[in-house]
DNA sequence: TTGTGTTGTTACCGATCGGTAACATTGCTT
DNA sequence: AAGCAATGTTACCGATCGGTAACAACACAA
């Protein structure tokens, strides 16, 4: 709790040391993560650099390095972590109407609606990564790919489940939707 | 047309040099723009260098910096081209239904979706713009919120002329599925 | 021919950014 | 106390990018 302030205690004199900050590698991580999830998204992964991270996340440089490889590591690290807010989210609103599959595809678009009105509300995570990265073959990329189909998958499934004459035909409509 | 070799009958030796190709700035212009067209929507005009709107636009570096005071400024009449389609779009949908604002806004829709399933389509240049440069104070940002405040207007107002009971909260559902 | 204005070419500058080396400092174990 | 592993700090590198100066090459008019 209390930080040894053995730097002052030894020079008592002028130009005192602004007493370094140490946090454990496991804490470190864990500020960046989260320095990340909201920078990366209200201001986007290019135009955010890691200083900016290191900065918000209240770490140094090399305990960013010392956990991540690259600031792509990073991007990957901040797709995982929305991706499962993302299915948790989606949980969620397929719980609030059990059994009944057509009120469950209303109920996830009722809650999409409620989180884009809110005044933070930039957008879907994934394509703005798709946007800001539009180089096809990056890392990136193909983890917004994977969620998309996912969620393809998931919606055809429940057209289906709801009895839709076209249900691929509206899980693509659905789709573009919610992106 | 013909372009006169000048430098070539001159040095018949060696180390031909490769046949300067000289550009009207007018022409330029216009190549610069269609090539900024392009790369801006398709890889993002952050992602997107100068270097690679001269080369695709077949100028000199040179040529674009005196058309256009920087990349910001380019950036700016791209926004106005993408504006001035927009628009056409936007009437030539209502103009297919005309005297019936339920069905003209049913149009723009259709219109819209069927522009979106086409496999080079990539969102709405507007937003993209917006996604890409987080600054709120940056200028592109302003011609980005003027086209939305635009479109609001125009929906607020088919949705008025179609006897809406809620215009407003209309418009905003459908200013947000546009988006 | 000789200017004169326009365009092409090159080479460069300064800032930014991702990433790293090297060392100082600290806490923990023995 | 002494050593060791982990962390903090600084300074730096190389690449990229927006932007510019300076000059060479050209077209055209007088």
Redesign the pocket.
Known sequence: MA??K??AS?VVAKTE??????????D?QQQILEAVDELFYREGA????????VKRAG????????Q???????LQAYLVRREERFWQRFDASLAKQPADARLQLVQIFVDLAERAGKPDYRGCPFINVAVEFPERDHPARQAVAANKAQLWKRLHALAIACGAREPKLLANGMAILIE
């Open positions: 930080v040894k053995t730097v030894r040391k602004p007493a370094r900050k140490v946090t454990v590698a496991a470190a290019r135009a955010v650099g890691v200083d900016a991270v770490v140094n440089k090399m305990s960013l390095y010392r991540f490889e690259s600031k792509d590591a990073l």
